[in-house]
């Protein structure tokens, strides 16, 4: 098994910034994929971004230029850094964790909510 640890989410003006946190914990070692998703009100769960363990990214086309992903293998912790927030961002984002061998991911986190105000 393997547990995801969010932290960061909070209130933000529209234009601001926030980082995320996701530690893993575990059976890290058959983890490849990391990624973040979020989920507004009524609306379906959709990929933010993902990244491997070898450090190749994928975006959403609604956060390109403005979300970078970034792991740090060493400390078994995944970031988010959010740019330019606008109120279409809010939601809870979940950490999320694919094992090797899978093509969806395998874990989540618990989420933290990330709210824009305009």
């Known amino acids: 098994q393997v547990q995801l640890v969010e932290s960061g989410g909070g209130l933000v003006q529209a234009g601001g910034s926030l980082r995320l946190s996701c530690a893993a914990s575990?059976?890290?070692?058959?983890?490849?994929?990391m990624a973040w998703y979020r989920q507004a009100p009524g609306k379906q769960r959709g990929l933010v971004a993902d990244i491997t363990s070898g450090g190749r990214t994928n975006y959403g086309d609604s956060v390109k230029g403005r979300f970078t992903i970034s792991r740090d293998n060493t400390k078994n912790t995944v970031y988010l850094q959010m740019n330019n927030l606008n109120p279409e961002d809010s939601a809870v984002y979940y950490c999320?964790?694919?094992?090797?061998?899978?093509?969806?991911?395998?874990?989540w986190g618990q989420g933290t909510q990330v709210t824009v105000s305009s």
């Open positions: 575990g059976n890290i070692f058959r983890i490849n994929v």
């Open positions: 999320s964790a694919r094992n090797v061998w899978s093509t969806v991911p395998d874990y």
